[in-house]
């Protein structure tokens, strides 16, 4: 199993930099909309892409709209609702029985006070952070509208929320098309996430020899033990990992490998 170093990878001029939004570059909040974007941060990420030649994606679960929303005026490079969802591309058609689920979700959000649903283009998602005992319902409730109703949606636990979203991409396969054309090809992809559907992610730029970076100790999706995770690289918090981020603008010219690499 992969044990993650308690360090992060000496930068690279090299780099494509993959960017998960909740829990990286803003700190969780109690409910999506109550997340804070830094001051300072699209300005950030505007630099980024440019010292990076403008390798720089954001891949999230949220959706496009929203990550233009919190990130103006940057609008850099993004693969929204976990790779369902491209700038500048057709939307894919909704899946099979997906307007049938609103409202069973919707009653049981009713029925669970503090229980949010949000909607997106190709999936829902039934947050119960504020209502944490309402969480193995929810996931059941999940796993039959899908087995029932929706047999093109995969049910996917994440932090304090069970996800509804349509099968055929995943964070992973949102990096992997990035990668296929420039500014990304040929680049080291380095994908930082928090979340348990970070993984896909990866575990695919491990399998592209690239930087798998683990932001907070608490991979778990809250259903269980948490998962062992594929990434190599770990910070401790969101904040940790910025301070990180900022510091790639002012990096020196290659430095190379750091001594020893990541843990095996
Ligand atoms: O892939 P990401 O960019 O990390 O997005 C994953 C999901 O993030 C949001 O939910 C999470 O963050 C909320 C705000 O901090 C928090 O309240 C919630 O408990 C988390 O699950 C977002 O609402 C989802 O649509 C994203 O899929």
Not at 36 to 55: S, T, Y
Not at 131 to 145: C, E, H, I, N, S
Request: glycine content about 12%.
């Amino acid at each position: 199993m992969t044990v993650a170093a308690l360090r992060l990878p000496d930068p690279r001029p090299d780099w494509a930099l993959f960017l998960d939004v909740d829990g990286c570059l803003v700190d969780i909040a109690p409910t999506p909309d109550a997340v804070v974007v830094e001051p300072g941060l699209p300005a950030l990420l505007d630099r980024l892409a440019v010292r990076f030649g403008g390798a720089l994606a954001l891949v999230s679960g949220r959706p496009l709209a929203e990550l233009e929303q919190l990130f103006h005026p940057a609008r850099p490079a993004a693969a929204g609702q976990h790779g369902l969802e491209w700038r500048g591309r057709p939307p894919l058609p909704r899946p099979e029985g997906f307007e049938a689920l609103d409202a069973p979700l919707q009653a049981f959000a009713e029925a669970h006070p503090g229980v949010l649903l949000e909607r997106k283009s190709h999936g829902f998602a039934l947050h119960y952070r504020a209502a944490p005992a309402a969480g193995a319902g929810a996931l059941a409730l999940a796993r039959r509208l899908a087995a029932t109703t929706a047999p093109e949606l995969r049910v996917m636990p994440g932090k304090m929320v069970v996800e509804l979203r349509m099968a055929g991409a995943d964070k992973g396969t949102a990096i992997r098309a990035f990668m296929e054309a420039p500014p990304f090809r040929g680049r080291v992809p380095v994908f930082a996430g928090d979340d348990v559907t970070d993984e896909d992610g990866f575990a695919m730029v491990n399998a592209m020899g690239g930087h798998s970076i683990r932001v907070g100790p608490d991979i778990g999706s809250g259903h269980g033990a948490p998962p062992a995770s594929a990434a190599r690289w770990t910070v401790p918090d969101a904040p940790g990992f910025r301070r990180w981020l900022a510091g790639l603008v002012v990096m020196d010219e290659p430095a190379g490998e750091g001594a020893g690499g990541p843990g095996t």
